[in-house]
C-alpha cells in the first residue's frame, strides 16, 4: 500500500492488525468477521427492525375528524400507556379504524394498521391487529410473522388458530398441526379451543385426512343442545366435514342446528342490546310417560322460545338459573 493511501473497507487486514471499522463504529461492508463482533441487538431494537421491513413505502390514511381516541377499547388503550399522550391518541384512532373497516374494506384496514404499527411497533395490540389485517388481505406470510412477535410480547396463546390458519395459508398443513399440538388446549378459554379446533380440521383436510378432520371438531363444545357464540361455525364446520365423507344427510341435520343456534344468538343480542347473550338449555328432569319423551333438539326449542317469551316482559316469571351464562368476549363491545 503507497504512502497516503488509505484501506479499503473490504480489504482483508494483515497478521497482528484489527479489523478495519468505519466511523460510526459499525463494521467495514464485506468484513464478515467485524461484523460478528457486533452487540446483539435489544428486544426493542430487534423489533423495530422486524417492522421497518414490513413495507418500504407506506402513506399514513386520512382519519375523519369524528373518530377519536376514546372509541378504542379500554383494554387495548391500556396497553398504549406507555406512549406519549400525543402519539397514543393517533395511534388509537388507526386502530379504531382498522376495527371499522376490517370487514368492509380490509385492504384500508391494513393501511391503518401498518400506520400505527410504525408509531407504536412494541405495543402487543398493535402487532396483533396487524396480523389480523395481514391475514383478511391474504397476506399470511406476514400475518404469522406478526402474530409470532405478538405472541412474544404478550405471552398470550389466544390468536393460536391465526396462527395455525396462517400455516395453512402458506401451504405447510403440517407445521399446522404441529403447532396446533404445541399447547395445552384445556388451557385455552373455550372460543379458543373451538377456532383451534376449526383450523386443526381444515390442516386435516388440506392432507386428505378427512376422519380426521372430522375427529378434531369432535371437542366438549359440539353440544347442539346449547347455543354459545361460537357454536353457528363449529356445527357449520362439522356439517361440512360430513358432506366430505359423503354422509349428506347428516351434515344437514347439523346445517339445520346451525340455523338455529344463529336464530337464537340472534334473538337474545337484539334483546341485550351490543353484548352477545349465549342461550343454553337448563338441566331438568321430567316425569313423562315414555311416549311424551322430548330428544334433545326439542327441549332447545322449547327453551329457546322460553327465553324469547320471558325477555319480551310480559308478566311471565323468569326462571333462569341464579349462575351466570358464560359470555364470549370476542363478540362482546363496549358501549
Known amino acids: 500500500m503507497k504512502d497516503g493511501e488509505r484501506p479499503r473497507g473490504g480489504g482483508r487486514a494483515s497478521d497482528g492488525e484489527k479489523k478495519l471499522w468505519t466511523r460510526e463504529g459499525r463494521p467495514a461492508r464485506g468484513d464478515r468477521g467485524a461484523r460478528d463482533l457486533e452487540r446483539e441487538l435489544t428486544e426493542e431494537e430487534r423489533l423495530a427492525r422486524e417492522l421497518r421491513s414490513v413495507r418500504p413505502r407506506h402513506e399514513d390514511p386520512e382519519i375523519p375528524d369524528e373518530v377519536q381516541a376514546r372509541d378504542l377499547d379500554k383494554v387495548a388503550r391500556n396497553e398504549?400507556?406507555?406512549l406519549s399522550k400525543d402519539n397514543a391518541d393517533w395511534v388509537a384512532r388507526h386502530l379504531v379504524m382498522a376495527a371499522r373497516l376490517i370487514e368492509d374494506e380490509p385492504e384500508l384496514a391494513h393501511s391503518h394498521a401498518l400506520s400505527a404499527a410504525r408509531r407504536a411497533g412494541r405495543i402487543g395490540v398493535v402487532r396483533e391487529t396487524l396480523a389480523i389485517t395481514a391475514y383478511a388481505i391474504g397476506d399470511f406470510a406476514?400475518?404469522?410473522?406478526?402474530?409470532?412477535?405478538?405472541?412474544?410480547?404478550?405471552?398470550?396463546?389466544?390468536?393460536?388458530?391465526?396462527?395455525?390458519?396462517?400455516?395453512?395459508?402458506?401451504?405447510?398443513?403440517?407445521?399446522?398441526?404441529?403447532l396446533g399440538r404445541s399447547v395445552d388446549r384445556a388451557a385455552l378459554p373455550a372460543d379458543v379451543q373451538v377456532s383451534l379446533?376449526?383450523?386443526?380440521?381444515?390442516a386435516r383436510l388440506d392432507l386428505g385426512q378427512n376422519e380426521a378432520a372430522l375427529t378434531e371438531l369432535e371437542i366438549p363444545q359440539l353440544d347442539p343442545n346449547r347455543a354459545f357464540s361460537w357454536s353457528p361455525d363449529l356445527f357449520h364446520a362439522y356439517a361440512d366435514v360430513l358432506d366430505?365423507?359423503?354422509?349428506?344427510?347428516?351434515a344437514s341435520v347439523w346445517r339445520e342446528r346451525a340455523t338455529r343456534a344463529e336464530r337464537a344468538l340472534g334473538t337474545a343480542e337484539d334483546e341485550g342490546g351490543d353484548e352477545t347473550i349465549d342461550v343454553f338449555e337448563e338441566d331438568v328432569e321430567y316425569d313423562v310417560e315414555d311416549d311424551d319423551v322430548l330428544d334433545a333438539d326439542d327441549v332447545f326449542e322449547r327453551d329457546v322460545a322460553e327465553s324469547d317469551v320471558n325477555a319480551g316482559g310480559d308478566g311471565v316469571e323468569n326462571d333462569a338459573p341464579d349462575e351466570q351464562p358464560e359470555t364470549d368476549a370476542d363478540f362482546s363491545q363496549e358501549k
Open 142 to 178: 406476514l400475518a404469522l410473522r406478526e402474530l409470532r412477535t405478538h405472541r412474544r410480547i404478550s405471552g398470550s396463546n389466544d390468536q393460536l388458530p391465526l396462527m395455525v390458519d396462517s400455516e395453512r395459508g402458506v401451504g405447510r398443513a403440517d407445521r399446522a398441526l404441529e
Open 80 to 82: 398504549l400507556r406507555t
Open 244 to 250: 366430505e365423507l359423503g354422509r349428506g344427510a347428516d
Open 197 to 202: 379446533a376449526i383450523a386443526m380440521s381444515g
